[in-house]
């Protein structure tokens, strides 16, 4: 009985931290950065909604990190909480699937760079990179990763927003705002070339 309100104090501090674990640790950072530059590369800045890419977010960090989170089940929550592992082992036991898949998406000269920033000797091994540097330096990399496909992303926007200008000017109709037609133009070439799909596809894809 004495270790229940244990648990439950660790249980809620874990709750209170999952947002922050959740960005810092999983994929989800890479997909809402991505889901953001591209309705910023649209000229839409409030659609769709926060609510509406946050949701969508949560669901693709579910597809892409559920072999992680199937693994920790299986080596770690399940028998800690049949009885059959202590919470030191369940921890240590739960972060090394989440572990590889951090290791698997960061550079190496990242996990470099944020040993040098934290004045500690570079790791020799994998399992020798701590947690702190390896979170700090996953991050970097998947803000690394989302830049990358943002930009690709943004070029056929861009496209659109120069031709869409050259054409006005060369009309004389330089009083006329370029978004007022390039808008409705990309909203148009995204729903044709079935724009979700193609970057849910190479989103998920990434992570592989």
């Given at each position: 009985?004495?270790?229940?309100p244990?648990?439950i104090v660790?249980?809620l501090?874990l709750l209170?931290?999952?947002?922050a674990?959740?960005?810092?640790l999983?994929s989800?950072?890479r ?12 000229g839409l800045p409030e ?9 969508m977010?949560?669901?693709l960090?579910?597809f892409t990190?559920?072999?992680?989170l199937e693994r ?7 028998p800690?909480?049949?009885?059959k592992?202590e919470?030191t ?7 090394q ?6 290791l ?16 500690r000797?570079?790791p020799?091994?994998e399992a ?6 390896l ?8 803000l690394r990763?989302?830049?990358q496909?943002g ?5 056929p ?6 031709l ?8 004389g109709?330089m009083?006329?705002?370029?978004v007022?037609?390039?808008m409705p133009l990309k909203i ?9 799909g193609?970057?849910?596809?190479a989103?998920?894809g990434s992570f592989?």
């Amino acid at each position: 009985m004495s270790g229940s309100p244990i648990q439950i104090v660790l249980g809620l501090t874990l709750l209170a931290a999952l947002p922050a674990l959740l960005v810092c640790l999983t994929s989800f950072l890479r997909i809402i950065v991505v889901l953001s530059m591209l309705r910023h590369a649209i000229g839409l800045p409030e659609t769709p909604p926060n609510v509406v890419l946050i949701g969508m977010a949560l669901l693709l960090t579910g597809f892409t990190m559920s072999p992680v989170l199937e693994r920790v089940h299986d080596d770690a929550l399940r028998p800690y909480l049949a009885g059959k592992m202590e919470g030191t082992v369940a921890l240590d036991k739960g972060l090394q699937p989440l572990r590889g898949f951090m290791l698997k998406q960061t550079r190496e000269a990242d996990i470099f760079m944020m040993a040098d920033l934290a004045k500690r000797p570079r790791p020799a091994t994998e399992a020798d990179v701590p947690m702190t540097q390896l979170a700090a330096a996953f991050m970097v990399s998947e803000l690394r990763a989302a830049f990358q496909i943002g930009f690709v992303v943004f070029l056929p926007f861009l496209l659109i927003d120069l031709l869409v200008s050259s054409i006005l000017m060369a009309l004389g109709m330089m009083m006329m705002p370029p978004v007022t037609i390039a808008m409705p133009l990309k909203i148009l070439m995204f729903v044709l070339v079935d724009g979700w799909g193609l970057l849910l596809r190479a989103l998920i894809g990434s992570f592989h």
